[in-house]
C-alpha cells in the first residue's frame, strides 16, 4: 500500500492517492483542487483510478471531482447521501455537479481495491454525513480528527452534538493507525489518544 499526500486549494486541503501497489489501482480521497495535478500525479504512477472518494461534501474537499471524474469516467464517485447537497458556505452539490453517476456509502460499506478494502466509518459532527475511511495501517479522517485538534463544529450542517461520539469511537478503535487528515500534518491514533485535548476528554 502507498499512500501519496498533495495539499491543495486556497484552504490547503489534504488530497490522498491510495495505491494498491500489487495491481496498482488507487482511489483518490478528497480531491481538494487542481484536477490536473491529480490527474497527473495518478498517471505518473502507472495506476487505474478506481475511485474518488469524499470524505464530506465541504467544496475545500470535493472542488476537483466533477473535473476529476470527466477525466476518469470509470472512476466512482462516493459520498455519504447527507452531505450530497451540503449546505452553508462551503456548499458545492455533488448531487447537482456528478449527477446519476454519484454513488453513496454508509457505515460498515466496504470497498476493494486490488488487495486492499477500503471500509467506511460514519463520523457525523463537521457535518451530517462526514466518514472516515479506513485501510489497512491508514484512517483517512477528513474534517473529523486533525493532529491535535479536530473539525469545526460552528459551521452551518455540523452537527454538535455528535462530534465527541465520533472522536469516541475513533479513540476506542482497536490498535494504532496512521491518521491522514483533511488539514494539517499527519499524526498517530496513539498520539492522539495521549496528547489531543479532545480524545483525552472523552
Known sequence: MKIIPLTLGELETNCYILVDEETMEAAVIDPADEAETIRDAVENLGATLRYILLTHGHRDHTLAAPALHEMFPDAAVY????DKGCVGIYRYPMDE?????????DEG????????????????GHTGGSVCLKCGHALFTGDT???GSMGRI????????KMMSSL????KLDGDYDV????MGASTLERERQYNLYLRML
Open 79 to 82: 459520498i455519504h447521501e447527507l
Open 97 to 105: 455537479l456528478i449527477g446519476g453517476a454519484l454513488k453513496f456509502y
Open 109 to 124: 460499506d466496504t470497498l476493494p481495491l486490488g488487495t486492499l478494502t477500503v471500509e467506511v466509518l460514519l463520523t457525523p
Open 145 to 147: 480528527l486533525f493532529a
Open 154 to 161: 460552528d459551521l452551518p450542517g455540523a452537527q454538535p452534538e
Open 168 to 171: 469516541a469511537r475513533l479513540k
Open 180 to 183: 491522514y487528515p483533511g488539514h
